[in-house]
C-alpha cells in the first residue's frame, strides 16, 4: 500500500513568473497593485511577490488566479 496526504492539495493558480494584483484594504477603501509572483500558490496558500526583480518580496495570501490579498486585511 502507498501513503495517503492527509489531506488533497489543491493545485496552483498563479505560477512563479505570473503577474499579479496584489489587493489591501477595508470596508471603505481598496488599493492594488502590479506585482510579479515568486512562487506558485493555490487559494489561502501564502506566497511571496515582489514590484520587480530589484526590490525586495513581500508576503500575500492568494485568493484566485491573479489576486493575492496583503495580510492583515479582511475581505468585504
Avoid: C, H, N, T
Avoid at 489531506?7 to 493558480?13: L, S
Avoid at 530589484?54 to 488566479?65: F, G, H, N, R, Y
Amino acid at each position: 500500500s502507498y501513503a495517503r496526504p492527509a489531506a488533497a492539495k489543491e493545485q496552483p493558480v498563479i505560477k512563479r513568473g505570473d503577474p499579479v494584483q496584489l489587493i489591501a484594504g477595508g470596508p471603505s477603501f481598496s488599493v492594488s497593485r502590479a506585482m510579479i509572483a515568486d512562487e506558485d500558490g493555490a487559494p489561502g496558500q501564502m506566497i511571496r511577490v515582489r514590484e520587480d526583480r530589484k526590490s525586495d518580496p513581500v508576503l500575500a495570501q492568494v485568493v484566485e488566479i491573479g489576486i493575492v490579498r496583503a495580510p492583515g486585511f479582511k475581505e468585504y
